[in-house]
């Protein structure tokens, strides 16, 4: 018998009942579905962080205050009861260090925003004039805080564009006095739009000058230390670097922690790789036992049609040519569900992105081809045994049966 | 020579315990061109000695001999060869695949036979207006009368050009004007020189084959060949 013969003749024999043949396509479809839509969404999450965490700046080596729980026992973290807080100094020494490109403060803290009659609560970062670039923001009106003394901070604010949506509507902010808390500042900028960040959400946030934050806020703490390498391969040298530099400036201790975007990046990375194989796994499941539906399938078909299979002998039929009849159906089986399963779940994608438009819900490759693969190889595998039974079906007693 | 030789045929069915001679020492030879009908009550054997002679089943013991050839001794798929080229089958009950039209349930054997496609369809149109279908081609077998459905089959054992056609009742589901009709076929067909070789009950149909096998509990009682006396047709 020809291929494209026993390709038409499970084709007619698959078609020939339809319940049946739609049942085990859709279990099939299902399971692929569930592969391509989880694996969407646990890529997606992780795409996502990354681009998160992208956003944050190239190059970052952020520093934080206290030792990392990470970091292990260490004599001289024993001796210390209280960490040394960051100062507005040290951030400012830091950007002495030869391989530091940028380095900005950062304070923060609540308050409320008033202005044009309108009154809500935002979060008040205190910074200085390097923190833009660091983030790679831009502006949409005005300027970022001016270059001035980071310890005599101007009664100047930037602010978000939700604010400024908020609170000035259509016109313009630059140039306006708003109230924070108890201060009155002057709008000198809006930032341009980026959506949701890590964290907080840079739309929302009031930045002004780091002196004043603090003054508000009654500290002379940092919340933060935001430094740039001059290069991505710096990043390392940079973190040692600053790490000695501070060790020095606080007699000695090693009081604080400094991560580096890359490290946490891969650390969501992997992680997150992991749940995206782990959650596929799981949808592989439904594979397998859609598999074990498609062989169940096949085996009614050989009982249901033991006379057909007997008359085909009694034409000539070859074994091996009922064998390969049976299984072409099942793979059939396998590839329509397969393919109508891909369908269906770049349309649940599609659908996910449509519903939160920040998540990049796209199944990885790896995914696809490892659902299909796996339908089509469980569907062949399960296929094999049905398609067995029929080849070796004794002639006379399958006529019998009618 | 003979189309078909059994020497010492036997074929024992084992059920539990007791064990069922359906053939018993048969020898039989039918020669190329025959009309041979095989009767005998229900459960002497008639259809295992069908069986056995479409190469659907093996003796235990003997020798067949098709067209010179020792075919019990071949391979299954070798077999299978045979079956396709040298032997027609039609039955009782028709086997029409259920899901194929006329037309594709005769083409059936020369698709499984790997013949391709352009002479299939000569073949089958050809076939279809021999055998008066070529109104019902495109009709699947529950919406053809039985004696159409008949007259697939037969059209269906036939366009192998076997050398043998052998069929099992081939009236036993027919009202008798339709099975009159399907014996004349049948008839015609060995008219062109096909061995004919026909299991039935019924007495008037027996009689009217050149030659009558009598089968009794596995053995045969009565070759009437072998009385040299051979019925009118
Ligand atoms: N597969 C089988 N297993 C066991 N016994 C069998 C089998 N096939 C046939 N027999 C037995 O062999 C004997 C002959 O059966 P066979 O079907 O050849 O009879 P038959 O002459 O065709 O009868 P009928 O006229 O009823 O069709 C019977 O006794 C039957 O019970
Ligand atoms: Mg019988």
Avoid: C
């Avoid at chain 1, 074994?319 to 390969?324: A, E, K, L, S």
């Amino acid at each position: 018998m020809r291929y494209p013969d026993v390709l038409r003749f499970a084709r007619d024999a698959a078609a020939g009942y339809p319940l049946r043949t739609g049942l085990s396509v859709l279990a099939m479809a299902i399971g692929v579905a569930a592969v391509v839509v989880l694996t969407a969404l646990g890529d997606g999450a992780r795409r996502y962080v990354v681009d998160q965490f992208s956003a944050l700046g190239s190059n970052l080596v952020i520093v934080l205050p206290g030792r990392s729980a990470t970091g292990g026992f260490s004599p001289a973290n024993a001796l210390t009861t209280t960490p040394r807080d960051l100062t507005i100094d040290d951030a400012f020494s830091l950007g002495r260090l030869p391989l530091v490109r940028r380095v900005a403060p950062l304070a923060a803290g609540t308050s409320e925003i008033s202005a044009m009659g309108r009154l809500r609560e935002v979060v008040v970062a205190g910074t200085a004039a390097p923190y833009i670039d660091i983030r790679s923001f831009r502006m949409a009106q005005g300027r970022f805080l001016p270059e001035a003394d980071w310890n005599r901070g101007a009664p100047v604010a930037v602010i978000g564009s939700k604010i400024q949506e908020e609170i000035f509507g259509n016109r313009p902010a630059v140039g306006e006095l708003i109230r924070l808390g108890d201060r009155r500042l002057r709008v000198v900028g809006v930032l341009k739009s980026v959506g949701q960040g890590l964290g907080m959400n840079t739309d929302e946030v009031v930045f002004v000058p780091v002196s004043l934050a603090q003054s508000m806020f009654n500290t002379n703490t940092l919340f933060r230390i935001l430094i740039e390498a001059r290069s991505r391969d710096e990043i390392e040298a940079v973190k040692a670097e600053v790490l000695a530099a501070l060790k020095a400036r606080h007699g000695g201790e090693e009081d604080v922690t400094v991560i580096t975007q890359d490290a946490v990046l891969a650390t969501f990375d992997k992680l997150l790789r992991a749940l995206t194989a782990a959650v596929a796994g799981i949808a592989a499941i439904s594979l397998a036992v859609a598999g074990i539906l498609v062989m169940n399938v096949m085996l009614v078909a050989v009982t249901q049609r033991t006379g057909e299979i007997g008359l085909l002998k009694a034409l000539g039929a070859r074994g091996t040519t009922i064998r390969n009849a049976f299984m072409a159906e099942a793979a059939m089986l396998s590839l329509v569900g397969a393919l109508t399963g891909y369908g269906l779940g770049l349309f649940g994608a599609f659908v996910l992105r449509q519903m939160y438009p920040v998540f990049p819900a796209y199944p990885p490759d790896w995914a696809v081809i490892a659902a299909l693969g796996t339908a089509l190889g469980t569907g062949l595998l399960f296929g094999i045994m049905p398609a067995r039974r029929a080849a070796r079906l004794d002639p006379v007693q399958a006529l019998m049966k009618h | 020579m003979s189309v078909i030789q059994l020497v010492g045929i036997e074929r024992v069915f084992h059920l539990g315990d007791s064990s069922v001679h359906a053939l018993d020492h048969l020898d039989v030879a039918i020669e190329p061109g025959e009309y041979v009908a095989i009767m005998g009550p229900s459960g002497s054997g008639k259809s295992t000695l069908l069986n056995l002679l479409g190469l659907l089943d093996r003796p235990n013991v003997g020798s067949y001999r098709l067209e010179g050839r020792d075919v019990t001794t071949l391979s299954p798929d070798e077999q299978a060869e045979v079956r396709s080229r040298r032997i027609g089958f039609v039955f009782q009950s028709f086997h029409l695949v259920p899901r194929l039209t006329a037309a594709e349930n005769i083409a059936l054997p020369m698709m499984l036979a790997g013949i391709p496609g352009a002479e299939r369809d000569s073949r089958v149109e050809r076939a279809l207006k021999d055998f008066g279908l070529d109104q019902r081609s495109d009709h699947r077998p529950d919406q053809l009368s039985g004696g159409q459905r008949q007259r697939v089959a037969i059209a269906r054992a036939t366009i192998m050009q076997p050398a043998v056609l052998l069929a099992d009742e081939p009236t036993g589901n027919l009202d008798r004007a339709t099975g009159e009709d399907v014996i004349n076929l049948l008839e015609a067909l060995n008219a062109k020189g096909m061995t004919l070789i026909i299991v039935t009950h019924d007495q008037k149909l027996g009689a009217r084959a050149r030659r009558q096998l009598e089968m009794e509990d596995g053995r045969l009682k009565h070759d009437s060949a072998r009385d040299g006396a051979r019925p009118v047709a």
